[in-house]
């Protein structure tokens, strides 16, 4: 079984647990042991400003940077941030799922392929600004020099992307 379809499944069984889009405070990392270091979770703070809180090994050593604590879009190129922020705003507000294939070039000139399941968490508040996710990297390459600086990715493309119904619909851009 995939990553993607080992946090899916994670996620359906919670989703079906709480009724609906599972709280932040649901997920238990010792279900997710096998897929953790491929496991992300983040928050959403408002247009442009997502926030990592815990990014596992595997994604941080892949991609040759730490990216928990800092905004995800400090590091996407201006040519995709209107399409990311759609992704991530989708996903929350529908509420739906989401699976994002991007391919990625980095200023040391290493390329790969992002490939991304996200899901919807709500806070404690029952506000949903929270995101689960896995993402595998489909070509190491990128962790050939470790870049701490902004804008680390030099291009990235949308190869695909999709939506998935949690029983509320998928958003009609899709």
């Given at each position: 079984m995939t990553v993607h379809?080992?946090?899916?499944?994670?996620?359906h069984g919670l989703f079906k647990a709480q009724?609906?889009?599972?709280?932040r405070s649901d997920?238990?990392?010792?279900?997710?042991?096998?897929?953790?270091?491929?496991?992300?979770?983040?928050?959403w703070h408002g247009p442009r400003k997502l926030i990592p809180t815990v990014v596992g090994s595997g994604i941080d050593?892949?991609?040759?940077s730490n990216f928990t604590g800092v905004n995800m879009f400090d590091y996407y190129p201006d040519?995709?941030?209107?399409?990311?922020?759609?992704f991530y705003q989708h996903i929350l507000a529908q509420p739906c799922g989401?699976?994002?294939?991007?391919?990625v070039a980095k200023k040391n000139g290493a390329v790969g392929r992002l490939e991304a399941m996200m899901f919807p968490l709500h806070d404690?508040?029952?506000?949903?600004?929270?995101?689960?996710?896995?993402?595998f990297v489909t070509n190491k390459v990128l962790a050939q020099a470790h870049e701490a600086d902004k804008r680390t990715f030099m291009s990235m493309s949308i190869v695909e992307l999709s939506y998935q119904d949690l029983g509320f619909g998928v958003p009609l851009t899709a």
């Open positions: 379809a080992e946090l899916a499944d994670y996620y009724g609906g889009v599972p709280a997920v238990n990392p010792l279900h997710l042991k096998k897929i953790l270091s491929w496991v992300l979770l983040a928050e050593e892949a991609l040759g040519d995709v941030s209107d399409d990311m922020e759609a989401g699976y994002l294939v991007r391919n404690e508040r029952g506000l949903r600004n929270r995101i689960i996710g896995s993402m």
